[in-house]
């Protein structure tokens, strides 16, 4: 899928500030990253699929790279654009394959206000797909980025596509931040993140990302702190 270079900028500087953002929060980061890579290798060790799709895959800092290059035969790895240095450092591996999608695919359509944009299939087809800190992203980027006005209608459909398509999976992995937690003062401001019906009876784990202590996130907040859930089927 071609994407424009207006929308390819936009991408390319909100995958830095996410990796600005782990270098300036490394400590407090660690315990969510090991937590999500530890339940994806637990979901997946005694399994026998051979491909993998890894859904919002950006840096690779939330997956076990080294237990899924042994243990698949294919590893499709999709984002919307792939940072250049991950492209460098997994070309030498045969079973890795980048793909560029759009998976809300909506994103054109929202920069050049053009409503004729439908859904669109996923253009692979693997035996596991995870989807790794994605589904927030999904609909935080259009706001964040491209300056559109909240729309409940919109981002509900856009999440409950995506979770509709995992299901249809033979085996999926679910990991997603669901509330952001803005510690102002003595106040705690609870934000949804997800605007759709979740899968809760596949949910398997919780867990609290320490996401912002510089205070430089949300202005009025000292911290911020997420709520993460994991859903396998
Ligand atoms: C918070 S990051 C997820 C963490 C990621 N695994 C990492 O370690 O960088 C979200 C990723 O989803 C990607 N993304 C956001 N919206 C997307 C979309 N509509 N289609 C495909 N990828 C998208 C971003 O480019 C980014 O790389």
Same mark, same amino acid.
């Given at each position: 899928m071609l994407i424009s270079k207006q929308l390819r900028k936009i991408i390319e500087k909100e995958q830095t500030g996410i990796f600005n953002r782990y270098l300036q929060?490394?400590?407090?980061?660690?315990?969510h990253l090991y937590k999500t890579k530890e339940f994806i290798q637990l979901e997946l060790e005694?399994?026998?699929?051979?491909?993998?799709?890894?859904l919002g895959s950006g840096?690779? &800092?939330?997956?076990p790279?080294?237990? &899924?290059?042994?243990?698949?035969?294919?590893?499709? &790895?999709?984002d919307i654009v792939h940072p250049n240095a991950i492209q460098n450092k997994y070309k030498k591996y045969s079973n890795v394959e980048f793909i560029e999608f759009d998976l809300s695919a909506k994103f054109q359509s929202i920069l050049e206000k053009n409503e004729q944009e439908t859904l669109l299939?996923?253009?692979f087809q693997a035996d596991v797909v995870i989807s790794v800190n994605l589904l927030s992203q999904l609909v935080e980027l259009p706001q964040d980025y491209m300056k559109l006005d909240f729309d409940l209608v919109l981002f509900a459909e856009i999440q409950s596509n995506h979770i509709h398509n995992l299901k249809k999976c033979e085996k999926f992995i679910l990991i997603s931040d669901i509330i952001e937690h803005q510690h102002l003062g003595a106040e705690i401001r609870d934000i949804m993140l997800v605007y759709c019906e979740i899968p809760l009876c596949m949910k398997k784990k919780e867990w609290t990302w320490n996401f912002d202590n510089s205070g430089k996130y949300f202005d009025k907040?000292?911290?911020v702190e997420k709520t993460v859930f994991a859903f396998a089927n």
């Open positions: 929060e490394k400590d407090n980061w660690e315990e005694s399994c026998k699929y051979n491909s993998v799709a890894i840096w690779l &800092l939330d997956l790279m080294d237990f &899924l290059i042994q243990k698949f035969e294919k590893i499709m &790895l999709v299939d996923w253009p907040a000292d911290k």
